[in-house]
């Protein structure tokens, strides 16, 4: 079963838009950790955010914000005022316990944003 | 310093090569990946190393040899590799410890695999 679902493949906007990225989680644990990693064109992942079970607070950075929410196991991403050079595919990710206790991430198929000009 | 380096950028090799693929980094994390991304899809976890000791190998083919020399550095290690092993490998670290608090994996720019 799918950990992660990031149910949006593929978002196309024009510059200036917001545009939001939708992350819905399944976890029986009640520690865990999410993550939004983005991947430009060059193939690096980049992090962007980390947020644990225990920590509901909503998060700004500049032109992104994060809506952290256990009652629906939602972890959305908002752009706001978008660029081109946002254009990547972004991953949300979770990481749960394993046996030995590290914490490995599970990623989501990823949403390709493309902002045009 | 919060980079993770992979070499090389872009390989190509017959399916009768053995190569290596490297990776360092200088963070003091203790946990180091391996992960497999086909085209527009998501990474795969491969192997898992934790105080350089293999904890996780996720049933991967043994055409694939992970070796992790010291804290610093992770390496994997292709033999007699299939055209369909091509993708992009990225190798990742993390501080995570049993019990301790979790940070984020820090994700090198991963190497461009192609086998012919």
């Known amino acids: 079963a799918q950990k992660v679902t990031q149910a949006q493949t593929e978002i196309s906007v024009v510059e200036k838009e917001d545009v939001t990225l939708d992350c819905v989680y399944e976890t029986r644990d009640t520690t865990y950790y999410l993550f939004w990693y983005k991947q430009p064109p060059s193939g690096e992942l980049v992090f962007l955010i980390r947020?644990?079970?225990?920590?509901?607070q909503n998060e700004i950075s500049g032109r992104y914000s994060w809506n952290f929410q256990k009652s629906t196991s939602s972890f959305n991403f908002t752009i706001t005022a978008s660029q081109v050079v946002d254009s990547a595919v972004y991953f949300c990710a979770l990481s749960e316990e394993q046996s030995g206790g590290s914490y490995i991430p599970t990623f989501g198929r990823g949403t390709s944003l493309i902002v045009h000009p | 310093d919060t980079e993770v380096t992979q070499t090389p950028k872009h390989l190509v090799m017959g399916m009768t090569n053995k190569k290596s693929l490297k990776c360092e980094q200088h963070m003091g994390h203790r946990a180091m990946y391996w992960y497999k991304q086909k085209a527009k899809k998501p990474p795969e976890l491969m192997f898992v190393?934790?105080?350089?000791?293999?904890?996780i190998n996720e049933s991967v083919p043994s055409r694939f040899s992970p070796e992790c020399p010291n804290s610093s550095l992770l390496n994997l290690h292709l033999h007699a590799l299939q055209p369909e092993d091509s993708a992009l490998y990225l190798c990742a670290s993390s501080q995570d410890h049993p019990g301790m608090r979790i940070t984020e994996a820090f994700f090198g720019q991963g190497t461009r695999l192609t086998v012919v």
């Open positions: 190393y934790s105080y350089e000791k293999l904890s």
């Open positions: 947020r644990n079970s225990f920590d509901e």
